[in-house]
C-alpha cells in the first residue's frame, strides 16, 4: 500500500509527503521429503524367522517401521516410501514501512539570485525514515535437515538537502555555470533476533 499528497505552501516552495507499507508473506511445503531419522530406522534392519523387520519393531521403539531395501532393484516399495516420505514446510513473513518528505524552496520568487543569472538559488530538505523485518520459520522436519531459521529487524533514518546556486547563465562564453551541493545523513539501528 502506497500513498502520498503534494502541494504549494507558497509561491516557490513545495511539498511532497509519501508513505509506503508492504508485507510479505512466504509459505512453502514439501509434500515428499525424507524424514532422517526414520530412513535412518528403516535402513536399520534384521531378519526376524527369515523376515527383514526394522530393529525399531523388534525392540518396540517405532512398530510402524517399514524396511527400505536400497541394496535391490524395486526394493523400495510403496510402504517403505510412505513411512520415509513427510510433508515440511517453511514460512516467512517481510515487512517494510517507508516514510518520506520532501521541502522545495525555488528562491527565484523571492528575488534571491545572483546578478548574472535568470534563475533563483533553489534548496530541497527532506526526511525518510524506513523498517525492515524478516522472520523466518521451519517446521521440526525442516530444522532436522539443517534448515536454520532467523529473525531481525533494522530502521534507519535520514535527512538530506540538497543546494544548486546558477552563477552564469545565457552569457557570453558560459551557456551555465553553476555550483551544487548536497549532504545526507543516516542514522541505522539494527535489532538481531536470531
Known amino acids: 500500500v502506497t500513498g502520498g499528497f503534494r502541494g504549494e505552501l507558497a509561491p516557490g516552495i ?14 512453502e511445503t514439501y509434500q515428499n521429503d525424507i524424514d532422517p531419522q526414520r530412513a535412518n530406522r528403516a535402513l536399520k534392519v534384521d531378519l526376524v524367522n527369515g523376515v527383514p523387520t526394522c530393529r525399531s519393531v523388534i525392540d518396540g521403539s517405532d512398530p510402524t517401521c517399514v524396511p527400505l531395501n536400497v541394496f535391490q532393484f524395486g526394493g523400495l516399495t510403496a510402504a ?19 516514510l518520506s518528505g520532501t521541502l522545495t524552496v525555488d528562491g527565484g520568487e523571492y528575488g534571491i539570485k545572483l546578478p548574472w543569472a535568470d534563475s ?8 525518510e525514515h524506513r523498517r525492515e523485518s524478516l522472520e523466518f520459520r521451519a517446521d521440526a522436519l525442516a530444522i532436522a535437515k539443517g534448515t536454520k531459521e532467523i529473525s531481525g529487524a533494522f530502521n534507519v533514518t535520514e535527512g538530506f538537502t540538497e543546494i544548486r546556486v546558477p552563477i552564469i547563465e545565457d552569457r557570453p562564453f558560459f551557456d551555465e555555470l553553476s555550483l551544487t551541493g548536497g549532504y545526507r545523513f543516516s542514522k541505522y539501528s539494527t535489532n538481531s533476533k536470531g
Do not use: H
Not at 513545495?14 to 508485507?23: E, G, V
Open 14 to 27: 513545495r511539498y511532497d509527503a509519501n508513505a509506503l507499507f508492504s508485507t510479505v508473506i512466504f509459505n
Open 80 to 98: 517403505a516410501l510412505n513411512y520415509v516420505y513427510a510433508p515440511t514446510s517453511t514460512e516467512g513473513l517481510d515487512k517494510e514501512t517507508v
Open 120 to 127: 533563483g538559488i533553489g534548496a530541497v530538505f527532506g526526511v
